[in-house]
């Protein structure tokens, strides 16, 4: 699963900092660091409009704190670190798709998709070999014509427009829920 976010026109990690501050809190908090299911855990990644992809190691339980998150974003990024629990690339969308998660079907959450409930899209995705969910986290504005292009499925999950951490946690729950019935 991989989560995009970055406010309209971000041009630099930066502007989703400040965006995140004035929320108080980050999209991934609930996501990354959760137990993995019995068949693999939640692979996180967060791609801007400026074309920065933060990758997120599988090990790696992020900060509840956006402020610690971005502090440890920023001094990941500014001592090069060896770590690996964050990797930073610049890449475009199409080719984070294409190169590095490889996906079998990928579904994008926005308020302008398709109504579908949420547990209908966990079924369509664990009966996938390597899904990729794309949610947006913008306070204004949806999807570019160059993401909107790489989607499968474009999906509304709810009648209102949910914060991407939300999305982002229920749409783990849903197909962990589906993993644990198809395991049972």
Do not use: W
């Not at 995009?4 to 929320?23: I, K, N, V, W």
């Not at 966990?122 to 204004?140: M, Q, S, Y």
């Not at 499968?152 to 729950?173: F, G, N, Q």
């Amino acid at each position: 699963m991989c989560a995009r976010t970055g406010p309209r026109g971000d041009q630099t990690l930066s502007r989703c900092r400040q965006r995140c501050e004035a929320e108080g809190k980050g999209p991934l908090e609930d996501t990354a660091g959760q137990e993995p299911s019995p068949r693999g855990s939640v692979k996180v990644y967060v791609h801007t409009r400026g074309d920065v992809v933060l990758e997120i190691a599988e090990r790696t339980r992020l900060p509840k704190s956006y402020f610690r998150f971005r502090n440890l974003v920023e001094k990941h990024i500014s001592e090069k670190s060896s770590n690996e629990l964050i990797r930073v690339r610049e890449m475009n969308i199409r080719e984070l798709l294409r190169k590095v998660i490889k996906p079998d079907f990928v579904a994008g959450l926005s308020t302008q998709g398709k109504v579908e409930a949420l547990e209908d899209l966990a079924e369509t995705l664990v009966g996938r070999k390597n899904p990729c969910v794309v949610i947006g986290g913008f306070p204004h504005g949806h999807f570019s014509a160059g993401t909107l292009a790489v989607l499968d499925e474009l999906a509304r999950i709810h009648s209102r427009a949910l914060d991407a951490h939300v999305v982002a946690s229920r749409a783990v729950y849903e197909v962990e829920k589906r993993l644990m019935r198809a395991d049972a």
